[in-house]
């Protein structure tokens, strides 16, 4: 294919791509009500948040606008996850094309542990929201019978959701560096150290919860995912046979075992004499070319 047919096929993609997301987004507008009342459910659970009444006290709004915007961007999330299947799919018969046989096989593995990983995340996320707001609640000085604004809580939910979920597909990337021969198991359980402490630094800057809950069971669970995706590189190697090398024990600085022992090298047989070879016959030289004074105009 040319370049102007594949910018052609990326146009037809793109576009089919968005046909989907735009269903979704239609979907998602009638369903990101009950959406909003499952992500509100964790502020509801706070002692603060009933009234008299017993009844879950309303977020404020600082502007007509806020509650319209807010449900487009709670349809536009739910249209993402229920168009995925269609622009999952477009992306995937672009780039598939290019891709090898083994390459398409690992692909589709890749994906179907992402999707669950994500999820996982995206759940220990929701429980997560509960304790970090009882946290920010009780350790401010305006007390627990705080009313929110609604925007900004939906946001803070929203993105521990997307945090958590995206944190969980670090295994991944783990196991690509495996898969693909460029870390072993035994390289990968050396940096045990590293990926811990950089899992609590990571979790103590990247979550927008302050609080100690949180921001420990992010990391506890980076470094539980770790070591399960260690041991599945383990597995791995033991079924390619990696590790039985005849340089695997040898250190990079450490030079390499070799066997100086000389082969024997027997006689080889005796060439006999040949025919005389029949001499050439005599090169003649050419014969000048008499040419005039008048053939070098």
């Known amino acids: 294919m040319t370049l102007i047919e594949h910018v052609?096929?990326?146009?037809?993609?793109?576009?089919?791509?968005?046909?989907?997301?735009?269903?979704?987004?239609?979907?998602?507008?009638?369903?990101?009500q009950p959406a909003f009342n499952l992500l509100k459910e964790p502020y509801c659970s706070l002692p603060g948040a009933i009234d008299a009444f017993g009844k879950c006290q309303?977020?404020?709004?600082?502007?007509?606008?806020?509650?319209?915007?807010l449900k487009l961007k709670l349809a536009l999330w739910i249209g993402l996850i229920i168009g995925a299947p269609v622009w999952l799919f477009q992306l995937w018969a672009f780039i598939a094309p290019g891709l090898h046989r083994h390459e398409r096989k690992w692909a589709y593995?890749?994906?179907?542990?992402?999707?669950?990983?994500?999820?996982?995340?995206?759940v220990l996320a929701y429980l997560v929201v509960d304790k970090g707001l009882a946290f920010l609640l009780e350790a401010g000085v305006t007390g627990t019978d705080t009313q929110l604004e609604v925007t900004r809580y939906?946001?803070?939910?929203?993105?521990?959701?997307?945090?958590?979920?995206?944190?969980?597909?670090?295994?991944?990337?783990?196991?690509?560096?495996?898969?693909?021969?460029?870390?072993?198991?035994?390289?990968?359980?050396?940096?045990?150290r590293v990926v811990i402490f950089v899992s609590f630094a990571f979790a103590a800057v990247a979550t927008p919860d302050p609080g100690p809950f949180g921001m420990t069971l992010l990391a506890a669970s980076l470094s539980l995912l770790y070591f399960v995706a260690v041991g599945v590189a383990f597995i791995n190697d033991k079924r390619r046979g990696r590790g039985k090398e005849i340089y695997a024990g040898v250190d990079d600085d450490?030079?390499?075992?070799?066997?100086?022992?000389?082969?024997p090298v027997e006689a080889g047989?005796?060439?006999?004499?040949?025919?005389?070879?029949?001499?050439?016959e005599p090169i003649t030289a050419p014969t000048p070319i008499e040419r005039r004074y008048d053939d070098m105009t």
């Open 269 to 280: 047989a005796r060439v006999e004499a040949s025919d005389p070879i029949d001499a050439p």
């Open 58 to 69: 309303n977020f404020l709004l600082l502007s007509p606008a806020d509650g319209f915007i």
């Open 254 to 263: 450490e030079v390499s075992p070799l066997d100086t022992t000389p082969e």
């Open 154 to 192: 939906i946001s803070f939910v929203t993105n521990m959701i997307l945090l958590f979920g995206v944190a969980f597909e670090f295994p991944l990337i783990l196991l690509m560096l495996n898969f693909t021969g460029v870390a072993s198991a035994r390289r990968l359980l050396s940096w045990w």
């Open 109 to 122: 593995v890749f994906v179907a542990i992402a999707a669950p990983l994500f999820a996982a995340g995206a």
């Open 8 to 32: 052609r096929e990326l146009r037809n993609r793109l576009f089919r791509a968005s046909l989907g997301i735009v269903a979704g987004l239609l979907v998602g507008f009638f369903l990101a």
